[in-house]
């Protein structure tokens, strides 16, 4: 008998033909899983679903949607052993892109049918989920103003749109960082705390690379003294995500911590894995090893290779230990 599939489908997410889409997806799985479909409602919405389906006793569930509905499933498979499928069809597909995932959905059905399972961490913020990253500050305001319409004219170009807008008239703020090592005090522009992020989330790129797998947040402080040094700092966070090379410019910093908490003056908005939440403070827990999530074959064998290379990023890790100790120092 085929394993059983419990695919929760948001209609509404991207700017895609949902029906056709779900009838694509419905018969490119249908071949291996014996399926139960749930569509969100604005009454039913997928953590909800997620539930149901875990309650029926689901081992594996599939999501198909945007990052929020990506997100609100995780909700539900926290310290369970339920393995995640993802299908992205939304604007953004952060989750997609940071697993590399592809947002095709017929090569996203393959990896579903062939794909490898991948432990990966899981971080809570103010104790809800967290897959992706935490925005304190300008990310959050760029979102907030990406509304629903122009997501639909522009796609995932409405985001730049907004940022550029807010770029124009960027806050300032000062910020308490207090992690298991140390606390410090600055004045920033943004502050990301992330578990995992593509290289589309541009003010998540202080590191050469976020891991994972590493059971550790990576914390990237952007602090600029003007607008021309916030371009600045963008461009750089920009190489830095594309290169894999640690973002290096003076009000840019990185380091890496199993628990953060962030508080601000004036409060300052948040947004957790795109969707807003509310104000800081904001306390961010990494939970390691906490879904098993379908990737593709390549993502895993390069996950494999990573732990091969364990040695060397202790030493960085040891590295960024030292700088963060002597940064507190001075702060
Ligand atoms: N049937 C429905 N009708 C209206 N809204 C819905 C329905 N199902 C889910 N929603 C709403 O969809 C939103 C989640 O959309 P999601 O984030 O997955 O897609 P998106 O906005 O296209 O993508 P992205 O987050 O990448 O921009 C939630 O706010 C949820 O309330």
Same mark, same amino acid.
């Given at each position: ?6 695919? /929760?489908?948001?209609?509404?997410? #991207? ?16 071949? @291996? ?84 399972? !991948? ?7 103010? %104790? ?45 703020? %000062?910020? @308490? ?7 410090? *005090? ?28 590493? #059971?550790?947040?990576?914390?990237? /402080? ?25 973002? !290096?410019?003076?009000? /840019?910093?990185?380091? &890496?911590?199993? *628990? ?21 403070? /904001? ?29 060397? &990023? ?7 230990? %030292?700088?963060? *100790? ?6």
């Amino acid at each position: 008998m085929n394993q059983k599939l419990h695919l /929760i489908f948001n209609p509404v997410a #991207g700017q895609g033909e949902a029906e056709a889409e779900l009838s694509e997806i419905c018969s490119a799985l249908q071949s @291996k899983f014996e399926l139960t479909v749930y569509q969100t409602t604005p009454d039913e919405e997928a953590d909800f679903l997620a539930h149901k389906a875990v309650e029926q006793g689901a081992k594996l569930i599939v999501v198909s949607g945007g990052d929020g509905t990506v997100s609100s499933v995780t909700s539900a498979l926290l310290n369970s052993d339920v393995c995640l499928g993802i299908i992205p069809r939304g604007t953004a597909n952060a989750f997609a892109k940071a697993l590399s995932i592809p947002e095709n959905i017929s090569a996203a059905c393959e990896v579903i049918l062939s794909g490898s399972e !991948q432990k990966l961490d899981m971080a809570l913020c103010n %104790d809800r989920p967290m897959l992706l990253l935490a925005g304190v500050g300008f990310e959050a305001k760029t979102i907030e103003r990406t509304d629903r319409e122009a997501k639909n004219k522009l796609g995932s170009l409405a985001y730049l749109v907004s940022g550029l807008r807010e770029l124009k008239d960027f806050d300032r703020f %000062d910020v @308490k960082i207090e992690t298991e090592s140390g606390q410090m *005090q600055t004045t920033a522009a943004a502050v990301t705390v992330a578990n995992a992020a593509p290289a589309t989330s541009v003010l998540a790129q202080g590191p050469d690379q976020i891991e994972v797998d590493d #059971g550790l947040l990576d914390i990237t /402080i952007v602090a600029p003294e003007s607008i021309s040094d916030a371009i600045a700092a963008s461009y750089e966070l920009l190489r830095s995500a594309i290169t894999n090379d640690h973002a !290096q410019l003076e009000n /840019i910093g990185h380091f &890496r911590a199993k *628990q953060v908490k962030i508080i601000t003056q004036p409060p300052q908005k948040v947004v957790l894995d795109g969707e807003m939440i509310g104000q800081t403070p /904001i306390e961010v827990q990494c939970l390691p090893n906490n879904l098993t999530v379908l990737v593709p074959e390549s993502t895993a064998s390069e996950t494999a290779e990573k732990f091969q290379k364990k040695s060397t &990023r202790v030493t960085l890790a040891n590295k960024m230990r %030292d700088w963060w *100790q002597s940064w507190t120092e001075e702060a």
